[in-house]
Nanobody, 119 residues
Framework: QLVESGGGSVQAGGSLRLSCAASGRIYSSSVMGWFRQAPGKEREFVALIRWNTGRTLYADSVKGRFTVAKDSYNTVTLQLNALDPEDTAIYYC???????????????WGQGTQVTVAS
């Protein structure tokens, strides 16, 4: 089970820090991904981290603004800086085993947390 927290409403240019806590240890072979879904749009990849190496990957739209990191043995975070109204969406964390940007490669999902950026 994955539980996200930290969403909220901010002004453009602001920051938020999202957390995703897993029930139990995240296995070293896992890949933890962040995705988002805006109203009327498909779920899209945001960032991922391979748990055992710390290797990360970002969508071009968030590169340089968002940072994914391991916070503890069972928590992954997503730091959102320089937020833009286009970043408004529900943000989901997910657990998979493949280094992939495709949602279909992830088998466990959180319930999501809303991020709203006002202009």
């Amino acid at each position: 089970q994955l539980v996200e927290s930290g969403g909220g409403s901010v002004q453009a240019g602001g920051s938020l820090r999202l957390s995703c806590a897993a029930s139990g240890r995240i296995y070293s072979s896992s890949v933890m991904g962040w995705f988002r879904q805006a109203p009327g749009k498909e779920r899209e990849f945001v960032a991922l981290i391979r748990w055992n190496t710390g290797r990360t990957l970002y969508a071009d739209s968030v590169k340089g603004r968002f940072t994914v990191a391991k916070d503890s043995y069972n928590t992954v975070t997503l730091q959102l800086n320089a937020l833009d109204p286009e970043d408004t969406a529900i943000y989901y964390c997910a657990r998979g085993s493949q280094y992939s940007t495709s949602p279909s490669e992830y088998f466990s999902w959180g319930q999501g947390t809303q991020v709203t950026v006002a202009s």
